[in-house]
């Protein structure tokens, strides 16, 4: 069974900080998808990364897929309120495929 | 265009009795899933469908079945409610590009089950 495992699973911050949140895995996935999720919602997708090493950008978002295809990051630049929400990775490789991470819940307070 | 919908939105059950969830998808999509979402747990795959006519178990099963009407519902059953089944029910949907169908995949808004 493969396993995401997220960190922090909970972040709370000031408008206008930077922070970073981490999926990692002891497994090799063929791509990783990043999703969020607002309360009484269901999970958007943001990106997809496919190359190890790629990064991406989303407006003050990057996304980071390591040179592996284990791990991947999302760093958000001077966030804010709007950012709030629960952030999933998703990865594909396993044999039902998508393997979802439990999480991380960000709270941009004003 | 709706996307995913789902009914309902919310409900309550007795344990043993049975309900049907509803999920359908306007996006000619191939593919359509069935999660679970609970605290500390995230999302766990229930069952899902890799095109019409074919439906396959994913990683918690046991206690559900479903039924693949056509390319545009997916909708999910429980026989006999458990309050282990006490959950937030997402339907999702794909294009089925890759084999497995782990391309894009876009969520319905939930169902919120209390059992009981």
């Known amino acids: 069974t493969q396993l995401l495992e997220q960190s922090p699973q909970f972040l709370s911050i000031q408008e206008g900080e930077n922070l970073t949140v981490y999926c990692n895995s002891s497994s090799v996935f063929s791509s990783l998808q990043w999703y969020r999720q607002e309360p009484g919602e269901g999970p958007v997708l943001l990106v997809t990364v496919v190359t190890g090493g790629e990064v991406k950008k989303l407006k003050r978002l990057t996304f980071q897929f390591g040179d592996a295809r284990k791990d991947s990051s999302l760093h958000i630049t001077a966030a804010q309120p709007g950012d709030t929400g629960l952030y999933l990775c998703a990865g594909e490789g396993g044999a039902d495929g998508l393997t979802f991470g439990k999480g991380t819940h960000l709270i941009i307070q004003p | ?116």
């Open chain 2, 1 to 116: 265009n709706a996307g995913v919908t789902q009914t309902p939105k919310f409900q309550v059950l007795k344990t043993g009795q049975s309900m049907t969830l509803q999920c359908a998808q306007d996006m000619n999509h191939n593919s359509m899933y069935w999660y679970r979402q609970d605290p500390g747990m995230g999302l766990r795959l229930i069952y899902y469908s890799a095109s019409e006519g074919t439906t396959d178990k994913g990683e918690v099963p046991n206690g559900y079945n479903v039924s693949r009407l056509n390319k545009r519902e997916f909708s999910l059953r429980l026989e006999s409610a458990a309050p282990s089944q006490t959950s937030v029910y997402f339907c999702a949907s794909s294009e089925g590009l890759s084999p497995r169908g782990t391309d894009t995949q876009y969520f319905g808004p939930g169902t919120r089950l209390t059992v009981l």
